[in-house]
């Protein structure tokens, strides 16, 4: 719904926005193995003009998550409370929940950085190759992995909201067949957006038959889904 002009919090400006979404499924496959990437983009675009408010309220135990300083401190995230909410809000879906991860927590950080370094929005960056490169050069082997990216919103309270408002997005982080997540934002003061989010999930590729990939590591397994 479109939304007026809010004002500037912390010197953070906070334009009105249109929502625009993209998702993309990459599948790599290797002797034995197949390795799902999906990759949800969401951008937040400015408009001249715009009004009405922010829909989609929640109740219960998520919406008071939501409200805490931690998840909706402006220009940050805190990725343990992060966890927190997204796994509160698959366990309403009969979901496990995720735990933080030292290798996904670096690649968002770093691919935050590169977006707000570069001010563009993107799975694939000059320079990166593909998202399955990138994860892979940075030392998590997924047997599934997905990314989502934002930017434009103020805290992690706002980009979740917008992510589970999206399709592609919204099905990322509920996902079953994973474990593992990492989050991060980077700022870029004179930027277009002034934020850039990036959401990794994923599981790692655990080899069958006795940790060796071969004959008997049984049959190729495709975790997750379009």
Known sequence: MPRGERGTRQGLPSP?????????????????????LILSALIAVTLSACSGGFGGGMGGMLGEMLKQPEASRPGTVDA????????????????????????????????SKRQADMDKMAHVLPGEGSFAN???????????????????????AEVFRDWQKSPGHNKNMLLPNISLMGIAVAIQPGGRYHTYWTLELGERYVPRGGGRDGPNAGPAIMFGGR
């Open 16 to 36: 009105p926005f249109r929502r625009i979404t993209a998702a993309l499924a990459v599948e790599t496959i290797e002797p034995m193995r197949r390795t799902v």
């Open 80 to 111: 343990e409370a992060a966890a927190r909410i997204i796994s509160q809000y698959r366990a309403q879906h009969g979901l496990g929940p995720l735990r933080l991860d030292p290798t996904l927590m670096r690649l968002a950080a770093e691919h």
């Open 134 to 156: 990138r994860i892979a050069a940075g030392g998590f082997q997924a047997s599934m992995a997905a990314e989502n990216v934002a930017a434009g919103q103020d805290s992690f």
